[in-house]
C-alpha cells in the first residue's frame, strides 16, 4: 500500500453539545448515498423535556439502535461501567464492541464515541482501537472529547484533527469532511 492508498484517519472533537453526533448522522448519510459502506457506531442522545437524559447506540449499517446509557442520578443504581455521568449498559457495550469487531473491512468506519473507557481504562469498545488500528477502511472517523485528544494524538499521529464548533452548523461541516473523503488523493484517479 503506498501513502496515497493508505486509509484516512480523522479525529473529531468538540466541546459538549457542539454537535459531533449530529455531524455523524450527516456524514454516514451523505457517504451511504454515495454508495459506501459505513459500519461501526453512532451515539444519539436522547431528550426528555429539553434535558440530556440518556445515550442510544445506532448500527449504521442495519439502523438497528439500543439504550447505550443513562444519566446517573443519586438513586440510580448502577452495575455496570460508569464515569462521572453515565451509567452503561453492560450487554449494549458488548454489542456495539461487537459491532466494531464484524465492522471492517468497510469503507467508511464511524466510532461515536471513544472516551475514557477506552482510552484510558482500556475498557469499552476495545474492537474500536483494534478496527482503527488494523486500517482495513478507505477512511476512519472517531469522535473523541478535547481532554482525550492528547491520548488519541499519540495512539494515531497520522490523524487529522476535525473541531465542531457552534460556528459552523454540523451539517455543513459533515458535507464538507463528506467532499474530502470522496475526493481521490492519486491525481490518476480523478476524473476530468
Known amino acids: 500500500m503506498t501513502p496515497t492508498d493508505a486509509p ?24 451511504g448515498e454515495a454508495g459506501w ?8 442522545a436522547v431528550f426528555k423535556a429539553e434535558s440530556k437524559v440518556a445515550i442510544d447506540l445506532l448500527n449504521p449499517r442495519s439502523g438497528q439502535r439500543r439504550r447505550l446509557a443513562t444519566l446517573l442520578t443519586p438513586e440510580a443504581q448502577q452495575s455496570g461501567p460508569a464515569t462521572k455521568r453515565w451509567g452503561f449498559d ?17 469503507d467508511l468506519l464511524i466510532i461515536d ?18 478496527a482503527i488500528d488494523e486500517g482495513k477502511y478507505k477512511a476512519a472517523v472517531i469522535v473523541v472529547r ?9 495512539r494515531w499521529p497520522d490523524a487529522e484533527v476535525v473541531l ?4 459552523m452548523a ?3 461541516q459533515a458535507a464538507a469532511l463528506a467532499r474530502q473523503i470522496l475526493k481521490p488523493r492519486r491525481p490518476d484517479l480523478q476524473t476530468p
Open 170 to 172: 454540523p451539517h455543513a
Open 8 to 31: 484516512r484517519r480523522y479525529l473529531l472533537t468538540g466541546e459538549l453539545g457542539a454537535g459531533k453526533t449530529t455531524f455523524c448522522l450527516h456524514l454516514v448519510e451523505i457517504l
Open 37 to 44: 459502506d459505513v459500519a461501526g457506531t453512532v451515539s444519539p
Open 164 to 167: 465542531v464548533s457552534d460556528e
Open 146 to 154: 478535547p481532554h482525550l485528544l492528547h491520548l488519541a494524538t499519540q
Open 90 to 106: 453492560a450487554e449494549t457495550l458488548a454489542w456495539g464492541d461487537s459491532l466494531l469487531a464484524r465492522a471492517t473491512p468497510c
Open 113 to 130: 464515541e471513544l472516551g475514557p473507557l477506552e482510552l484510558e481504562r482500556g475498557e469499552g469498545w476495545l474492537s474500536g482501537l483494534k
